[in-house]
């Protein structure tokens, strides 16, 4: 039996599509988690937004359904209603078309899950599960939308022809240069989805109207049906508002104008488009408007990489020569200045006995200077080369990619990746970590940024050369779990390791013996040379990862006010021994005191 959709897609004058139906959703209903929980909370907002689109001149109404997949609803805790949602949605949009009184229709829309990393099983099971619901509740077709990867759009594609054979409208989203987030062009998209066999394909949220036609002139004379729908424009915050431009209805009319020369047999609107945008659309469509302009899209400019001379730095040269590397790990200061900082550095390059310094960067959650500052600063100031400590827990992954390339333009190369402790710990028991990636992840960024691409894989304009740390923990509570997790640390790009701070070495002993009986890259041990049995206490009770054995909390309580000499004889005693299990060592400044660490290197 012929389907009315594909009839109309092909014969009929173009399609006019609704607009953003999540950001008003979220407006008109603010108590709801999420714009697909108003299906269930607030199901007169969902269909008094749908009628003002039919009446607006929509052909097309979404279902209020973009984010309802099991994975996203578990992140709201609504995973339990997936079923409930999903059929309400479609139950509400149907409602709509009848008050409204014209028969449009129904697209049953699925979006991406919104993070990376899941298997393409489990994307395919997460999102036929939704098309199900949707197609047993009744939608004309599916729009399948939003997706900012190609290979996940694909998993979609496959898991809605998995359990329903009704057409599917395919979109991605493509920047102002018709390039996906992953550097896949609008035509080689457009190409391999006419490969798939969807009723249509198309741009839909981006960078708005311009980036939506930039696609759409690449993706036209494939053959196949093109939809446009993006965003009104780029937007703002204000307060915890997202704000989004005013464009005018007449902007919109010559969209309209140009989609449709380009070949669009539905268009609408996505993020910020309202029942206005959708009227002048319909408008142009219904008129047979011609664009009054030209479209002109400046040539994309070819970047020429700038060649990266890629030095070996004295850690990597250190390591290659095998000689002993000592290095000290302090804190930056708590204050505005990095005088007393480059004071400690100077006195530890002049003292001849620690060859590197590393730094901490907000270590147990608590708020100090940039460790990628200081590095700059000491290495600029004295001479002597730094291992920064980076923590994901601070830092977008855009954040902490400009932070990356800013500090390799000031020379800094040796980093080690770090996960971060999380807030609660520290001095903001009130604020979140960010962790949109962790230490892996972060590993698997340098490694990109080496070979020449961003942490989407798009060629940037110098590569850099990251001579690539990680942490790893010899005394783990969960050793399987350590042993795993520093095996993808190793596969995403690690050149070396340091360890947690360990109070016995048989810790390393057993983790080496794990790992085969050597270490696959260089590895510095951390050494802490305690100065009180309150500390040692503490370390072992309050601070995640560190063990200290009885018997090293004993030989401190018994020492009374002789601690720190019998912590400092500790540290001597580990530091020595490490000289067999390890490339080399780091040892733990004194927060108040850190030239005090200069009587273990003596």
Request: charged content about 20%; glycine content about 10%.
């Amino acid at each position: 039996m012929a389907n009315r959709f594909l009839e109309r897609l092909s014969t009929g004058p173009p399609l006019v599509a609704d607009g953003g139906m999540g950001v008003l959703v979220s407006s008109a209903a603010p108590r709801v988690r999420i714009p697909e929980e108003a299906n269930l909370r607030a199901p007169e907002t969902v269909v008094k937004l749908h009628v003002g689109f039919i009446q607006a001149g929509a052909d097309v109404i979404e279902t209020n359904t973009f984010g309802a997949n099991r994975r996203k609803l578990a992140g709201r805790y609504l995973e339990d209603e997936l079923l409930e949602i999903n059929s309400a949605a479609v139950k509400l949009a149907r409602e709509a078309r009848e008050i409204a009184g014209r028969d449009v229709f129904i697209a049953g829309s699925i979006g991406p899950l919104g993070e990376g990393g899941v298997p393409k099983h489990e994307r395919v099971e997460i999102f036929a599960e939704q098309a199900a619901v949707l197609e047993g509740r009744g939608v004309d077709f599916f729009s399948v939308e939003t997706f900012f990867e190609l290979e996940e759009l694909e998993a979609a594609i496959e898991a809605v022809r998995s359990v329903s054979s009704l057409p599917i409208l395919a979109m991605l989203t493509f920047d102002a240069g018709a390039e996906t987030l992953s550097g896949v062009t609008a035509r080689q998209a457009v190409d391999r989805l006419s490969e798939l066999g969807v009723a249509a394909a198309g741009a839909n949220h981006g960078a708005g109207i311009q980036a939506a036609l930039a696609a759409l002139g690449e993706m036209s004379g494939n053959g196949l049906p093109l939809a446009a729908m993006p965003n009104i424009g780029l937007a703002s915050m204000a307060g915890n508002r997202i704000i989004y431009p005013h464009a005018s209805p007449e902007y919109f009319a010559e969209f309209a104008a140009h989609a449709r020369s380009l070949g669009a047999r539905v268009i609408g609107g996505c993020c910020g488009t309202t029942p206005t945008e959708i009227a002048a659309i319909a408008s142009a469509v219904k008129e047979e408007r011609e664009p009054s302009a030209p479209l002109v899209f400046t040539e994309r400019e070819v970047v020429v990489a700038v060649p990266e001379h890629r030095e070996e730095t004295e850690l990597a040269r250190a390591f290659r020569e095998r000689g002993w590397v000592l290095s000290v790990q302090i804190d930056p200061p708590l204050g505005g200045s990095y005088a007393g900082m480059l004071d400690v550095a100077r006195a530890l390059k002049e003292s001849g006995n620690a060859g590197f310094v590393d730094i901490n960067d907000n270590a147990t959650a608590r708020a100090a200077a940039s460790a990628l500052m200081l590095s700059v600063e000491i290495e600029r100031a004295v001479g002597i080369e730094t291992i920064p400590h980076l923590t994901t827990r601070d830092a977008t992954i855009m954040g902490l990619e400009s932070q990356l390339l800013g500090a390799h333009a000031c020379g800094i190369r040796n980093v080690l990746s770090v996960t971060g402790d999380p807030p609660e710990v520290g001095d903001y028991p009130g604020s979140r970590g960010v962790y949109e990636i962790d230490s892996i992840g972060l590993t698997q960024l340098m490694a990109r940024l080496n070979r020449g691409e961003d942490y989407n894989g798009r060629a940037i304009d110098a590569a850099t050369s990251f001579y690539i740390g990680v942490a790893v923990n010899p005394s783990a509570d969960d050793l399987d779990t350590e042993l795993e997790r520093f095996q993808q640390k190793l596969e995403g790009g690690a050149q070396f390791a340091m360890t947690q701070i360990v109070f016995d070495l048989e810790y390393v002993d057993r983790f080496v013996e794990r790992l085969g009986g050597e270490w696959p890259i260089p590895v510095l041990v951390g050494i802490f040379p305690v100065w009180s049995h309150q500390l040692a206490l503490r370390l072992h009770n309050e601070v995640p990862g560190i063990v200290v054995p009885e018997r090293v909390l004993n030989a401190l309580r018994d020492a009374g006010p002789a601690a720190a000499e019998v912590g400092l004889e500790l540290g001597r005693e580990l530091l020595e021994g490490s000289r067999e299990r390890a490339q080399g060592a780091y040892v733990v400044a004194p927060f108040r005191r850190p030239l005090g660490i200069l009587d273990l290197l003596a």
